[in-house]
């Protein structure tokens, strides 16, 4: 059995991501509260809720920013939960932040390129590549999935804010990820940026997972199958974009309906 089919047969039942009764406290406070949530590989899901319901939290006790207090984590089968964020960037977990990530000065391709090598095993070489350098060419194809190649060679900190937030994506991209946890990649978006978002993340090759946490609704619900909803640390309701919108629980807690 190889390495990777026997990741999948351990535990998790073939679960991408799939975290067990996960609390973190911050002293008194309990920012999550006995999370129980499975991620199938490839499946593209939404996390919502007010401001201060965990998402947060949940996204840092995932990449081992800041490990559960208690709980598990496993990632493809294999338990995580103690793992620094470096390991779980080799297994094949990446991050968006809501502050970009950034180097303003250099160029587009350069930040995507310096992110490929940050990722590969051969690291940082000395010596300037060259133009058919592998990890330049997938640096190249990356710019191309999030459509940047005609602001490939311009510095970051001239592009728009909507060219900088899909530069990040480019950046999760890097190294093969299995699986990408999208920070509010639609804050600050305009509309004709959101619409270019949206086609960005439905255009993602299937096998790659993701959760994306959003304020935008419209945006959330057109790029997932599945959405988690949360409040006050803990999960208040599951099920597919059509089902929570239409919810009168949701409705009354987040949309701000019910209140006629």
């Known amino acids: 059995m190889d390495s990777v089919a026997h990741r999948l047969s351990v535990g998790g039942a073939g679960a991408a991501l799939e975290l067990r009764g996960v609390t973190r406290l911050f002293g008194a406070l309990a920012a999550l509260t006995d999370v129980t949530l499975t991620v199938r590989p490839g499946?593209?899901?939404?996390?919502?809720?007010?401001?201060?319901?965990g998402k947060t939290t949940l996204f840092n006790c995932i990449t081992g920013d800041f490990p559960p207090t208690s709980g598990t984590i496993r990632f493809f089968g294999e338990d995580?939960?103690?793992?620094?964020?470096?390991?779980?960037?080799?297994?094949?977990?990446?991050?968006?932040?809501?502050?970009?990530?950034?180097?303003?000065?250099?160029?587009?391709?350069?930040?995507?390129?310096?992110?490929?090598?940050?990722?590969?095993?051969?690291?940082?070489?000395p010596f300037r590549p060259r133009s058919n350098d592998a990890l330049v060419q997938a640096a190249e194809d990356l710019v191309?999935?999030?459509?940047?190649?005609?602001?490939?060679?311009?510095?970051?900190?001239?592009?728009?804010?909507?060219?900088?937030?899909?530069?990040?994506?480019?950046?999760?991209?890097?190294?093969?990820?299995?699986?990408?946890?999208?920070?509010?990649?639609?804050?600050g978006l305009s509309p004709t940026e959101r619409r270019e978002l949206v086609d960005i993340l439905t255009?993602?090759?299937?096998?790659?997972?993701?959760?994306?946490?959003?304020?935008?609704?419209?945006v959330a619900l057109r790029v997932v199958e599945s959405v988690t909803m949360m409040h006050?640390?803990?999960?208040?309701?599951?099920?597919?974009?059509?089902?929570i919108e239409s919810d009168p629980?949701?409705?009354?807690?987040?949309?701000?309906?019910?209140?006629g």
């Open 144 to 187: 191309e999935a999030v459509h940047l190649a005609a602001v490939r060679g311009r510095r970051v900190a001239e592009l728009a804010h909507g060219q900088q937030r899909q530069l990040e994506i480019a950046l999760a991209l890097a190294g093969a990820p299995r699986f990408i946890l999208f920070d509010e990649p639609a804050a």
């Open 80 to 125: 995580v939960t103690h793992f620094p964020p470096f390991e779980r960037i080799r297994r094949g977990l990446r991050r968006t932040y809501q502050i970009s990530a950034l180097f303003p000065g250099l160029t587009v391709l350069d930040n995507v390129y310096l992110a490929c090598c940050g990722v590969s095993p051969r690291r940082f070489s």
């Open 43 to 53: 499946e593209r899901r939404a996390v919502l809720g007010s401001n201060g319901a």
């Open 203 to 218: 255009t993602l090759p299937s096998h790659i997972g993701y959760i994306i946490i959003e304020h935008d609704m419209d």
């Open 232 to 243: 006050n640390g803990r999960i208040f309701k599951e099920g597919p974009p059509a089902d």
């Open 249 to 259: 629980e949701v409705q009354e807690l987040y949309l701000g309906g019910g209140h």
